[in-house]
C-alpha cells in the first residue's frame, strides 16, 4: 500500500517538526530569562519538559 510505504517519511517529518518547535521554545525561554530545570537545550524534549517550558513561559504573561 502506498500509505504504509510513507510511514517512515511521515514519521520523520513529525520528528523534525518536534525538534524545531523544541528549538523554538527553548530559545524563545532563554531569549526572556526563563530557564526551566531539566531541559539541557537538547532536543526533542521530553514531553514533561515541553511542558514545562511552555508553563513558564504562560505563567509569566508570554503568549506562545
Known amino acids: 500500500r502506498a500509505l504504509d ?10 520528528a523534525a517538526a518536534r525538534a524545531a518547535y523544541d528549538t523554538v ?5 532563554r531569549s526572556v530569562g526563563i530557564e526551566v530545570p531539566g531541559t539541557t537545550g ?4 521530553g514531553a514533561q519538559d515541553r511542558f514545562a517550558v511552555e508553563e513558564a513561559l504562560v505563567g509569566a504573561g508570554y503568549p506562545l
Open 25 to 29: 521554545l527553548i530559545d524563545y525561554g
Open 42 to 45: 537538547r532536543v526533542p524534549l
Open 5 to 14: 510505504a510513507d510511514q517512515p517519511a511521515k514519521a520523520a517529518r513529525v
